[in-house]
Every structure is written in structure tokens, then in C-alpha cells.
């Protein structure tokens, strides 16, 4: 499956960005997707992930209230809405597809990956 992240840019700490992810060469709604960030000289990290029937939902604990993940099987893309944005969001985004479903997934337990998209957070 090919995924192609896009919504990323530069906003102010306070703002919003919704982040889409389109998913094409596969069958969409038979995968888990979860969203992953990297910042500057930072390991990859874990932000959300979403079942396959939007049914179960995980969040990092540092976007937890702020941040949420949707999909939309007939339109092959999950979402990030990204709300009251700080400085330390800061970095490149990354979506991503999964055959199982973890709660706290890392980088290797998916099996996909698309390019990321920047997203700046100014204080």
C-alpha cells in the first residue's frame, strides 16, 4: 500500500492543523493506520493509531486531549486534527499502515510508511 501524507505548515502555538493521509494499492480498511513524528535529532516517535473500524483509538500521552485521529474508509485516508499546537509538536509526520493492532505501537511494528509533512509550530 502507498500512503501520501499532506496538511503540514507553519502555524502559531495555539492553532490547528489537520494532517490527511491517502492510502492507495491496497485494500484501506483492513489496515490499522497510525501517525508517527520525528523531530530534529529525535527517534521517531509514537502519535496515534486507529482500528480498523474506528473502534479503538491510542494516543501518546503528550497529545492526548489535543490531538485526534479519524479515518474514512470509503475515501482511503485517515486524519490528524491537531488542536492547541505547542512548540514542542514540532516536526516531520508521518503516517503509517499496520496488519496488527498495539496500543503503544514503535516504528517496527508497521508495516507501511509514507513521507512525512513538516509541520511548525512558532511560539
Known amino acids: 500500500v502507498q500512503l501520501q501524507a499532506s496538511g503540514g505548515g507553519l502555524v502559531q502555538a495555539g492553532g490547528a492543523l489537520r494532517l490527511s493521509c491517502a492510502a492507495s494499492?491496497?485494500?484501506?480498511?483492513?489496515?490499522?493506520m497510525g501517525w508517527f513524528r520525528q523531530a530534529p535529532g529525535k527517534e521517531r516517535e509514537f502519535v496515534a493509531t486507529?482500528?480498523?473500524?474506528?473502534?479503538?483509538?491510542y494516543y501518546a500521552d503528550s497529545v492526548k486531549g489535543r490531538f485526534t485521529i479519524s479515518r474514512d474508509n470509503a475515501k482511503n485516508t485517515v486524519y490528524l486534527q491537531m488542536n492547541t499546537l505547542k512548540p514542542e509538536d514540532t516536526a516531520v509526520y508521518y503516517c503509517?499502515?499496520?496488519?496488527?493492532?498495539?496500543?503503544?505501537?514503535?516504528?517496527?511494528?508497521?508495516?507501511?510508511w509514507g513521507k512525512g509533512t513538516q509541520v511548525t509550530v512558532s511560539s
Open positions: 503509517a499502515a499496520a496488519v496488527k493492532m498495539y496500543s503503544d505501537p514503535n516504528s517496527n511494528d508497521m508495516d507501511y
Open positions: 494499492g491496497g485494500t484501506f480498511s483492513s489496515y490499522v
Open positions: 486507529i482500528s480498523w473500524s474506528s473502534a479503538v483509538k
